[in-house]
């Protein structure tokens, strides 16, 4: 049916989050041109093949491009890649068809050869035309606002061409080959793999990308050798270069190897909690949540010793207590008890990439928009200082939104390039094909196995298979394990009116709660890039907005009973997504990877606290560009001198400070390191 095409993330995040406590307003009238460029992006994204990487790159690339037609315009603002500084009669004119024409020319260059060409090409024209613009003018020659544009977006494409994404190659990997046979999983088990530590491929009968596009045979790996483009914030202090086969992998923010099969217990248990935890996605078992901030939220990171303490093996989620009181409002959050069930496979499927999805890095910046656009958010930087325009904050804080996601893909992909790691779908039917490592005493022993859970996985025996015993239908499977799970797609033959139900089924034939045409990511696990994007995201909006909470202290989204799940049939009773504060969100993205069968709680947790570290620094990195600190570090007055007047703000303005021009070192205040950093450069910039 048509309501089985909606999105869960386009919907999810473009109708989401109305603030119980914000008044009934309506958006902004006229969004900026950066607003409008964005958007058609993001729509040029769901068109386009699902490739985190590339369209991480491609929002950042763009939000360059606008950055720069916007600061060329500025006397303090320093231009990423442009080197020049114009001015005009009109500045706001100018700067609109500066950025519009910067926007557009990169967006027809990056989209010329994709799927949804057709459409999204005619509608940047459209955009152009509805603007007023003559989108024929191509000329880089001149000062007029145009040209400026043209110029500004030529500087992103050559800069593209030579950031190590191979880009002009169509992005193909130029040395990674993968160790193991593919795995068919359509068959039992998984009987080919050479090495249980690495990654393996997906060789359906046809496979579908997370955008829904038919690809032929399997994907490649995406993006192995992404962590060798170059970064927005990441520095060398991040890198290190790991060598194998003779090529180079470059792996910044470096989490360390994942836990390795035979060395390392939380190996197994990583891959059962996934399976445990697929054993959750029937709502009808009884088991009810409030799944209100009263209750969920609030879950601070765990140190790595405390991973498996930090989520609740049996009956899932993690440790978060919750919240006492909306810390706006004043009062308590209002209980909502719904099946976890229902609970687990919306945000299975609300988190996912799934059809025609934007990508995780577009799905932030969806949620970017809705916050600017609340009429509870006072558009500062940091919420502190000067109110800035709409247009002002839209490309400030898409730099670094942009920045944030394009360091990010780098530096998660840099690691899932180098530690190679396999998906759960490889690792726990391997494991069920060695058999059980509990007991050495019991049947199918194998020290490679995996581990016993009463009445989550056993042994098919034959007491268990008896008439009326729970394996009795897996009878002519004796010896075999047996798992607890989500029946898999197989029991699926209408999902707008069928659901798999949960129940007992062989491990070898055991399935992550996903569509039976995508399966798992084309790529390796460690770490989840899904839990490094979010984080990263939410520290970012956290800074950006000046408050780790939603406008209003809540974020909601509705999904309705029988009209949300794509997969499957579903939810049985309407459930409303909610999050206090934007952590909640990234944290609630992370755990739904678990439950959709996609990653272990090893492939999480590293992976968050990388992006813990990378939004702030890439918020750092955008705010010197924000204040003129790059070519010309301590010029405040934008006088290309420094002087006594840089001197008197740095006075001026001494102490804690968010986002402030005057804190030249980035520390949070300004102090007698920024005052020397001034004395220091005293004089011409030149």
Not at 97 to 110: D, G, M, P, Q
Not at 507 to 532: D, I, K, L
Not at 587 to 602: E, F, K, M, T
């Amino acid at each position: 049916s048509m309501r089985r095409l909606r999105t869960t993330c386009i919907a999810g995040l473009v109708a989401i989050l109305a603030p119980l406590s914000a008044p009934a307003q309506a958006g902004p009238a006229e969004p900026s041109v950066a607003r409008q460029w964005n958007e058609a992006m993001l729509s040029a994204i769901r068109m386009d093949f699902a490739r985190p990487t590339i369209h991480a790159r491609n929002l950042y690339h763009t939000s360059v491009a606008m950055w720069d037609a916007w600061a060329v315009y500025d006397t303090v603002a320093d231009p990423f890649l442009s080197a020049e500084r114009l001015t005009a009669d009109d500045v706001q004119a100018a700067r609109n068809e500066a950025i519009s024409f910067a926007a557009y020319r990169v967006l027809k260059h990056r989209f010329a050869r994709s799927p949804g060409a057709d459409v999204a090409l005619p509608a940047f024209d459209a955009l152009m035309d509805a603007l007023g613009y003559d989108k024929a003018f191509d000329s880089t020659v001149g000062d007029t606002p145009a040209a400026v544009g043209n110029r500004c977006a030529e500087n992103v494409i050559t800069y593209g061409l030579t950031d190590g994404s191979n880009e002009a190659g169509g992005y193909v990997n130029l040395f990674y080959e993968p160790v193991n046979p593919p795995l068919l999983p359509d068959f039992p088990g998984n009987p080919k793999l050479l090495d249980v530590n690495r990654w393996q491929p997906l060789a359906l009968e046809w496979f579908k990308d997370q955008a829904g596009i038919e690809i032929g045979e399997y994907p490649e790996f995406l993006s192995p050798e992404w962590g060798q483009v170059t970064p927005f914030s990441l520095t060398k202090d991040d890198l290190t270069i790991y060598t194998r086969d003779g090529f180079d992998y470059w792996v910044y923010h470096d989490p360390g190897p994942p836990p390795q099969h035979g060395a390392d217990d939380y190996y197994k248990w990583g891959f059962e909690q996934v399976s445990i935890w697929s054993s959750h996605l029937d709502p009808a078992d009884g088991v009810m949540w409030d799944v209100s901030p009263a209750s969920i939220g609030n879950a601070p990171l765990p140190d790595p010793a405390q991973y498996a303490d930090y989520y609740d093996l049996a009956d899932g989620g993690d440790w978060g207590t919750g919240y006492d009181i909306n810390p706006v409002t004043g009062k308590p959050y209002e209980p909502q008890l719904v099946p976890r069930g229902d609970y687990a496979r919306i945000l299975a499927e609300f988190w996912a990439d799934g059809p025609d999805s934007e990508t995780p890095p577009g799905h932030w910046f969806v949620l970017l928009n809705y916050v600017s656009d609340h009429p509870l958010t006072t558009k500062q930087l940091g919420g502190a200082g000067p109110v800035l325009d709409d247009l002002e904050w839209d490309v400030k804080t898409y730099l670094a939104m942009g920045g944030a996601m394009h360091d990010v893909a780098i530096a998660s992909w840099g690691v899932k390039g180098w530690y190679d790691y396999l998906r759960p779908i490889s690792a726990i039917r391997w494991m069920a094909d060695q058999g059980q490592s509990s007991d050495p005493d019991g049947p199918s022993y194998d020290p490679a196995g995996v581990r016993l859970h009463d009445g989550l996985i056993e042994v098919v025996t034959v007491e268990s298979s008896l008439p009326g015993e729970r394996h009795e239908h897996l009878i002519d499977h004796v010896g075999k394990i047996a798992i607890f799970a989500w029946r898999g797609h197989t029991e699926i033959t209408d999902p707008d009116v069928d659901t798999a139900g949960v129940g007992w089924i062989l491990a070898e034939n055991w399935w992550p709660y996903q569509r039976p045409t995508f399966v798992t990511p084309p790529f390796a696990g460690y770490v989840s890039g899904h839990s490094t994007y979010s984080r990263a995201a939410a520290e970012l909006m956290t800074l950006i907005t000046g408050s780790p909470y939603f406008p209003g202290g809540l974020g909601e989204f509705p999904c309705p009973q029988n009209d949300f799940l794509v997969f499957e049939e579903g939810p049985s009773v309407d459930v409303t997504l909610q999050w206090a504060k934007y952590n909640d969100a990234s944290d609630q993205c992370s755990v739904s990877r678990i439950w959709g069968g996609i990653h272990p709680g090893a492939d999480d947790l590293p992976g968050r606290i990388m992006g813990s570290v990378i939004g702030p620094e890439a918020f750092d990195h955008a705010v010197r560009y924000y204040n003129g600190q790059v070519t010309c570090p301590g010029d405040l007055d934008g006088s290309d001198d420094i002087g006594f007047l840089d001197l008197l703000t740095i006075l001026s303005t001494w102490g804690p400070c968010t986002a402030c021009a005057a804190d030249l070192d980035g520390s949070g205040a300004v102090d007698f390191v920024d005052l020397l950093m001034v004395l220091s450069s005293w004089g011409p910039c030149s």
